[in-house]
């Protein structure tokens, strides 16, 4: 029978082994044949439309395709050829004799595709765009462009550093907004580890083309990513990276190029005349090619670029494993600068958001009672100070939720982030704040991807304030 095996000896020789069964039950079934004279003459077109030959067919595709797969792309094919063969040993009726085992073998062919996909997941994620030197943000960057490119741009994009990457669900949140009279909005969560003020604001401002823009955008971070007084290593590493000198040269991520224009679809078949209207000869694109830009390891981050963490913070438990830094030997605030290139970037990214008519809503994510000590708790305040001022001038909209549990350790997975059930409830918090310009939801339209006609995308030179990196962010 079939058994499962990791290896790719063994999952090869598990798919072989269950689809030389299943065609050797094909070929000795008594409905194969017929006893009239025709039976040759349509034996063919009979087992061409019999969804039980039919998935035969699939089965043995997707075990000879496993024999060889080596590329994400080829498992993506073994592990179609294996759906397909499962949806069509569902199709046949429930009074066909061979039912009941062809319900048998869909059950062997879905251990089968749960392999493939597992060999799939372990090839990476195809990056959509150079490298950037951050593999979250690559992974971000791939899944949201997938995302738009499946459902359009969202309504309200989550951006921030870690804290903000398991900080707020984006379903929870279209869910919660639903509740409150904004049904149908959507949302995604585009945080990446490390992501300073500078870090959003180039993603933002100048990676991200007009096509991938949002209606709204919710910055839900902390002091830190604001510290101009440490170096910010993370944005030196997308300075030194071919994504930011792709960006430096004109590039930007876009859905344009998932389509060819009909200029280039001309010039790609050659001028139409008489004479070249025979079918063309033109071999097909390789389909098992590697990615144009390499494979990013896969990460827990969901559809919507949410990291659920279920770890819950127990201060008594929490320590015996990790170190109690007090505020006064923290390096995130070691010196504390609030003025500075974050602020700088800050400036620029509210001047583009305004611009382009995209409201900004800053939620200032919640702090534990351990991570708030006297000297921490200090710089917070002036942190708060400072979101406040341009909250008053109309730049931003501020949710301030810093000590909104400071003594519920249950809703954080450690000192300074909250975990998935801290997210849910950061999510709710937003939803019903009535100061925030929620949009409306636009009606669904099947022209996800921008038609060859519209304008191309904007592309920003970068500007110096995000070019040298100046604070680094430990979220």
Same mark, same amino acid.
């Given at each position: 029978?079939?058994?499962?095996?990791?290896?790719?000896?063994?999952?090869?020789? +598990?798919?072989?082994?269950?689809?030389?069964?299943?065609?050797?039950?094909?070929?000795?079934?008594?409905?194969?044949?017929?006893?009239?004279?025709?039976?040759?003459?349509?034996?063919?077109?009979? *087992?061409?439309?019999?969804?039980?030959?039919?998935?035969?067919?699939? *089965?043995? #595709?997707?075990?000879?395709? *496993?024999?060889?797969?080596?590329?994400?792309?080829?498992?993506? #094919?073994?592990?179609?050829?294996?759906?397909?063969?499962?949806?069509?040993?569902?199709?046949?009726?429930?009074?066909?004799?061979?039912?009941?085992?062809?319900? @048998?073998?869909?059950?062997?062919?879905?251990?089968?595709?749960?392999?493939?996909?597992?060999?799939?997941? #372990?090839?990476?994620?195809?990056?959509?765009?150079?490298?950037?030197? +951050?593999?979250?943000?690559?992974?971000?960057?791939?899944?949201?462009?997938?995302?738009?490119?499946?459902?359009?741009?969202?309504?309200?994009?989550?951006?921030?550093?870690?804290?903000?990457?398991?900080?707020?669900?984006?379903?929870?949140?279209? %869910?919660?907004?639903?509740?409150?009279?904004?049904?149908?909005? &959507?949302?995604?969560?585009?945080?990446?580890?490390?992501?300073?003020?500078?870090?959003?604001?180039?993603?933002? /401002? #100048?990676?991200?083309?007009?096509?991938?823009?949002?209606?709204?955008?919710?910055? *839900?971070?902390?002091?830190?990513?604001?510290?101009?007084?440490?170096?910010?290593?993370?944005?030196?590493?997308?300075?030194?990276?071919?994504?930011?000198?792709?960006?430096?040269?004109?590039?930007?991520?876009?859905?344009?190029?998932?389509?060819?224009?009909?200029?280039?679809?001309?010039?790609?078949?050659?001028?139409?005349?008489?004479?070249?209207?025979?079918?063309?000869?033109?071999?097909?694109?390789?389909?098992?090619?590697?990615?144009?830009?390499? =494979?990013?390891?896969?990460?827990?981050?969901?559809?919507?670029?949410?990291?659920?963490?279920?770890?819950?913070?127990?201060?008594?438990?929490?320590?015996?494993?990790?170190?109690?830094?007090?505020?006064?030997?923290?390096?995130?605030? @070691?010196?504390?600068?609030?003025?500075?290139?974050? =602020?700088? +970037?800050?400036?620029?990214?509210?001047?583009?958001? &305004? +611009?382009?008519?995209?409201?900004?809503?800053?939620?200032?994510?919640?702090?534990?009672?351990?991570?708030?000590?006297?000297?921490?708790?200090?710089?917070? @305040?002036?942190?708060?100070?400072?979101?406040?001022?341009?909250?008053? %001038?109309?730049?931003?909209?501020?949710?301030?939720?810093?000590?909104?549990?400071?003594?519920?350790?249950?809703?954080?997975?450690?000192?300074?982030?909250?975990?998935?059930?801290?997210?849910?409830?950061?999510?709710?918090?937003?939803?019903?704040? $009535?100061?925030?310009?929620?949009?409306?939801?636009?009606? $669904?339209?099947?022209?996800?991807?921008?038609?060859?006609?519209?304008?191309?995308?904007?592309? /920003?030179?970068?500007?110096?304030?995000?070019?040298?990196?100046?604070?680094?962010?430990?979220?």
């Amino acid at each position: 029978m079939t058994y499962l095996l990791t290896s790719r000896g063994g999952l090869t020789a +598990s798919m072989m082994l269950g689809v030389l069964l299943t065609c050797c039950a094909g070929r000795s079934s008594p409905l194969a044949t017929s006893t009239s004279p025709t039976s040759p003459a349509i034996a063919a077109p009979v *087992a061409a439309s019999d969804p039980w030959y039919q998935a035969v067919g699939e *089965a043995n #595709q997707a075990a000879q395709l *496993a024999a060889t797969a080596t590329t994400a792309a080829q498992w993506h #094919q073994v592990a179609g050829a294996w759906s397909r063969a499962i949806a069509l040993s569902h199709d046949l009726p429930t009074d066909d004799p061979r039912q009941v085992f062809s319900q @048998r073998k869909a059950l062997e062919y879905q251990r089968n595709l749960y392999l493939a996909q597992q060999r799939l997941a #372990q090839q990476g994620l195809p990056r959509a765009f150079p490298a950037l030197g +951050s593999d979250v943000l690559d992974e971000q960057v791939s899944l949201y462009r997938a995302y738009v490119a499946a459902q359009g741009p969202p309504d309200v994009l989550i951006v921030g550093s870690s804290r903000s990457l398991q900080g707020v669900d984006p379903q929870v949140l279209q %869910q919660a907004l639903a509740v409150q009279g904004y049904p149908g909005l &959507k949302v995604y969560n585009f945080s990446v580890n490390g992501a300073t003020a500078q870090v959003v604001s180039f993603v933002t /401002r #100048q990676l991200l083309a007009p096509d991938l823009h949002p209606k709204l955008v919710i910055w *839900a971070e902390g002091s830190r990513a604001f510290n101009s007084g440490r170096f910010d290593r993370t944005f030196a590493e997308i300075l030194a990276s071919p994504g930011y000198a792709a960006v430096r040269d004109g590039a930007a991520l876009t859905l344009q190029n998932l389509e060819k224009s009909p200029a280039s679809a001309e010039a790609a078949s050659g001028p139409s005349s008489e004479a070249n209207s025979e079918p063309s000869s033109e071999a097909a694109p390789d389909e098992t090619a590697e990615p144009e830009h390499g =494979t990013v390891p896969p990460s827990p981050i969901n559809a919507q670029g949410f990291l659920a963490v279920n770890d819950q913070f127990n201060p008594a438990v929490y320590y015996r494993s990790f170190p109690r830094v007090r505020g006064l030997y923290d390096n995130a605030y @070691r010196p504390f600068r609030l003025d500075g290139v974050q =602020t700088t +970037s800050f400036e620029a990214l509210t001047q583009f958001l &305004k +611009s382009q008519n995209i409201p900004l809503v800053f939620v200032n994510l919640p702090l534990s009672n351990d991570y708030l000590d006297g000297v921490r708790l200090g710089h917070e @305040r002036q942190f708060q100070q400072f979101l406040q001022g341009w909250a008053n %001038q109309g730049t931003l909209t501020l949710v301030d939720l810093l000590e909104e549990w400071r003594w519920q350790s249950h809703l954080f997975a450690d000192p300074s982030h909250v975990n998935r059930y801290g997210a849910r409830e950061v999510a709710r918090l937003i939803a019903a704040d $009535p100061r925030i310009p929620w949009p409306s939801a636009a009606p $669904p339209t099947p022209e996800a991807i921008p038609s060859d006609s519209d304008a191309a995308p904007e592309t /920003r030179p970068a500007s110096p304030a995000d070019s040298t990196p100046q604070a680094d962010s430990e979220g």
